[in-house]
């Protein structure tokens, strides 16, 4: 056989071996999509028939566990199907905490009765009604975070924060504003109580509320404790505090008139009020964890010690308050169409519109703790300074994010930490929103010559059917409908540029162009030498990229800096600073010797269990944002900030 005809041989051999080795393609399963049983009845605007009794016992402190029993009428056999709330009105995100309950028991007439977590959605539980029954009596235990990596702490043995959103299950089918329920709490003897309900009736530590509608109970939480003090706001507001100790309660007389300044603001602004009565449910502790939820005729407002007795060094949190109540008005009467649910499991709440919901929320937060005096006009203008910052310099995400995105982070994210939040970005329809709306205030006062304000949209948008604390739904078009009536323009060219559209640069013309600008200068300002002092870190977000604790934690990393280029992430260590055991004064000393062309400072860093040493490359030294005022005349800022 020839070389030539071997080859071909050969050839034909290895193919049709090859060919024989490799299995033949298996004819793989393939199974078809089927349509999921819906197993959870939809809400219907109908009245439920019967009341539900429920009874939180509140009196376990040293474990920290809530025991619940509720009693459920029922009129016919078969499938009951109760819901523990999943989506938190005000968290905008599915956060209902179903993994702390615990303990669950289902009887009748003193039988005990089956019940099955539903399979698709694991905030329902079915219960099989047999006959002869007239009501479902339901048991169980909320065991809540005793460690601060389970979760918010919301009992200790001083305090308790008692919200009934974690605390109860309701029976599906039905809105909740139809949903009748009578409720009690047991808190530990001697212990007081605020909340917006009224009692009906109290025996010790066991008190009892008027039958009230779910939606209206679940909106409004308790908080209960051994050291109380109510101070009367108004013939209408209360501030509830409950603290630590009894030196917590100790306001002064400025404090207190503070926050009645506060009151009158927010009425001569909005025109109206959304509530028969309104309590401010504080709590000043170390031990519970913080809190700002909003609700109708109250606010949950928790900081830690020092609110009345270190008054001067807590900047931040005097502008919870004013936060928290702008949403009886913007969030809780006016609500976004779209993120309005009949129930709490309803999917989903969505947010498309938090940037009026919280971003316009965040404006009037410091506009009225300006106009009230909760925090003075400078260190308001002070914080105006650091959010333009944020979004100017700080938050280099801006240029692949638009600022509408943000709004689905609630449900994205989660409120997680994160990385690189600069890069990320993480709910910048709070802060950024507040400066598309001090510029929408400077637009309708410059196209109206000083005539009409923002205050006049307050007043049209919010001002409507006072004492009506339902809820009257909006949309983006109502949003752009109501500006143009204020003062004509084009709202929704302005709006869609700076909410929909990718917009590198940040919104800073109500600044700018209202009498004052941003700049940086060497020392920090008042409220950024607080939350730093609050936070016990150095921020040098502009002066090399990154934010540091007093032990060398840095626990944030400004995208594509000095700090970024470095190396350092979240979570780094410093170590040591120019082969110095770390402080942070030596680090800002090092940082200030590097202006110029000066010797970069040489940092040891330790991430795990390496150690790295790395240059700092930055030579701009110190610097911290502020607003400079731009002529003698007052600005369309100046006129915002006043007292009406």
């Known amino acids: 056989m020839s070389r030539v005809r071997v080859g071909v041989f050969l050839a034909t051999v290895a193919f049709a071996w090859s060919a024989s080795a490799q299995p033949a393609p298996p004819q793989n399963s393939k199974p078809e999509a089927y349509a999921k049983p819906i197993r959870v009845p939809a809400a219907r605007d109908v009245p439920y028939p019967g009341t539900v009794q429920l009874t939180v016992d509140a009196t376990d402190v040293t474990r920290g566990i809530f025991r619940i029993r509720e009693r459920v009428p029922v009129t016919a056999t078969g499938d009951l199907v109760l819901l523990y709330p999943k989506w938190v009105p005000g968290g905008h995100s599915p956060r209902g905490d179903i993994k702390n309950v615990t303990g669950i028991r289902v009887s009748a007439n003193g039988r005990p009765l089956k019940w099955m977590r539903d399979s698709l959605d694991v905030f329902a539980f079915h219960v099989d009604v047999p006959q002869g029954v007239s009501a479902v009596d339901v048991e169980f235990q909320y065991v809540s975070a005793t460690a601060e990596n389970q979760g918010r702490i919301v009992m200790t043995p001083d305090m308790s924060s008692i919200e009934w959103l974690s605390l109860s299950m309701y029976p599906a089918g039905y809105y909740v504003r139809q949903i009748p329920v009578q409720a009690s709490v047991i808190v530990p003897a001697g212990w007081k109580v605020a909340t917006a309900l009224r009692p009906s009736a109290q025996a010790g530590g066991r008190i009892d509320y008027p039958v009230t509608n ?85 606010s949950e407002d928790g900081v830690k010690r020092g609110y009345f007795t270190d008054w001067e060094n807590k900047l931040r949190e005097r502008n919870l308050l004013p936060h928290e109540y702008s949403h009886s008005w913007d969030g809780k009467y006016r609500r976004p169409a779209d993120l309005w649910t009949p129930d709490y499991n309803t999917v989903p709440m969505e947010g498309s519109l938090l940037w009026v919901y919280e971003g316009q929320t965040q404006f009037w937060g410091y506009v009225l703790g300006a106009r009230s005096g909760m925090l003075s006009k400078q260190d308001t203008l002070d914080a105006i300074a650091a959010t333009a910052a944020t979004y100017s310099t700080g938050t280099p995400g801006r240029i692949w994010r638009p600022l509408v995105d943000t709004t689905n982070d609630p449900t994205a994210a989660g409120r997680a930490p994160q990385p690189w939040r600069s890069w990320q970005r993480s709910e910048d329809y709070y802060s950024e929103g507040q400066l598309i709306w001090i510029d929408v205030d400077r637009i309708i006062r410059q196209q109206s010559r000083g005539r009409r304000s923002i205050d006049d949209f307050a007043k049209a948008f919010y001002g409507m059917r006072d004492g009506d604390y339902g809820e009257l739904t909006y949309t983006f078009d109502d ?102 055991t770390f402080d942070a004064d030596a680090l800002k000393d090092a940082i200030k010797g590097a202006i110029d062309n000066g010797q970069a400072p040489e940092l040891l860093i330790h991430d795990g269990d390496v150690y790295r040493t790395v240059k700092l490359d930055w030579h701009g030294g110190l610097r911290y944002p502020r607003l400079e005022k731009v002529g003698k005349a007052p600005g369309t800022l100046d006129a915002l900030l006043a007292p009406r």
């Open 214 to 298: 779910y939606e209206i109970l679940m909106d409004s939480p308790l908080i209960a404790g051994v050291h109380y003090r109510q101070i009367p706001l108004s013939n209408d507001v209360f501030l509830d505090v409950i603290g630590d100790t009894p030196a917590e309660l100790a306001a002064t007389g400025e404090q207190i008139a503070a926050h009645k300044r506060l009151v009158e603001q927010a009425l001569k602004t909005f025109g109206a009020q959304h509530y028969d009565h309104y309590d401010f449910l504080l709590t000043i502790s170390n031990n519970l964890g913080g809190n700002g939820l909003e609700h109708h005729r109250s």
């Open 479 to 580: 949003v752009v409908g109501t500006l143009n009536r204020v003062q004509p323009y084009d709202w929704r060219g302005y709006l869609q540029r700076r909410v929909y559209d990718v917009a590198p640069a940040a919104p800073l013309e109500g600044i700018n162009q209202g009498g004052y600008k941003l700049v940086f200068t060497s020392e920090p300002t008042k409220w950024i030498k607080s939350s730093e002092k609050s936070g016990k870190n150095n921020d040098l977000t502009y002066s090399g990229g990154f934010v540091v604790g007093n032990d060398g934690k840095v626990s944030s990393v400004l995208w594509d800096s000095a700090a970024f280029n470095a190396g350092i992430t979240v979570g780094t260590e410093i170590v040591a600073v120019n082969g110095r």
